[in-house]
């Protein structure tokens, strides 16, 4: 690896590190998103496409609700498939990548269902999971643009 690479592996490292700890506080901890530990019991959806279809349905009524919610997921999860890459060894890993910000979407939503903080939402996988990709499609924008000079 050379110089350039070196210093965007390094700089992606920070930059991943301070996504993660952000992201983290706020899935968890977060009050202005209704985070903490609670009560009362959270409900949790397993059927795929549910609560997007509900959200979708129901637009007229929730307005920009639907579009905090399910875009709110796909960019909270776009920097993962944007600095993952970027800190691995092998920088076209696309499978990997996707699978690993999958888990990591699976992993928040077990902690969030099992610590009562928030919901299991499997529909909340599947848009984290379209983040990561759509990450790794701009990771791949900006390795054309930025490597292809070296």
Known sequence: MNKLGTKFRFIGMIFFIIYLLVLCYFLFFAE????????????YNT????EIR???DNFD???MITVINLGG?????MPFGFFRPIIGRRKNAFFRTLIQGCLFSLMVEVIQLLTNVGSFD???IILNTLGVFLGYIIFILFKFIIWRRE
């Open 32 to 43: 202005a998103f209704g985070r903490g530990i609670s009560l009362e019991a959270h409900g």
């Open 47 to 50: 059927t795929p496409f549910f």
């Open 54 to 56: 509900r959200y979708i």
């Open 61 to 63: 009524k929730l307005g």
């Open 73 to 77: 997921n796909v960019l909270a999860f």
């Open 122 to 124: 499997v529909d909340d």
